[in-house]
Nanobody, 125 residues
Framework: QVQLVESGGGLVQAGGSLRLSCAVS????????MGWLRQAPGKEREFVAG????????DYADSVKGRFTISRDNAKNTLYLQMNSLKPEDTAVYYC??????????????????WGRGTQVTVSS
């Protein structure tokens, strides 16, 4: 059974940084396509960053390019999202997601079969 557990969210001032972690069990991240998506109140869940199953391809939403970095540690079986220069509009619940897909970086929430429960990120102005 695949389980994803996020941690690292919190309250931070604009311009600050946070690092989110997603611990994976039941599946090896080294060949598991994964992503970070977020959902703000009243909005649909949106893609933030993703990594393909091989780790060779990474993509970001335009709104976070140059500020966020997705990475994974195969030894720790963990996915990360380093978030710098945070803005109030980054406030949302951030979800870690995974898929057995081999078709590259997936940007649609519907493409992911496995989800964590989410971690709240709040950026104050």
């Amino acid at each position: 059974q695949v389980q994803l557990v996020e941690s690292g969210g919190g309250l931070v001032q604009a311009g600050g940084s946070l690092r989110l972690s997603c611990a994976v069990s039941g599946r090896t991240v080294s060949n598991f396509a994964m992503g970070w998506l977020r959902q703000a109140p009243g909005k649909e869940r949106e893609f933030v960053a993703g990594i393909d199953w091989s780790g060779g391809r990474i993509d970001y939403a335009d709104s976070v390019k140059g500020r966020f970095t997705i990475s994974r540690d195969n030894a720790k079986n963990t996915l990360y999202l380093q978030m710098n220069s945070l803005k109030p509009e980054d406030t949302a619940v951030y979800y870690c997601a995974g898929s057995f897909s081999r078709v590259g970086v997936m940007k649609s929430a519907a493409a992911y079969a496995y989800w964590g429960r989410g971690t709240q990120v709040t950026v104050s102005s």
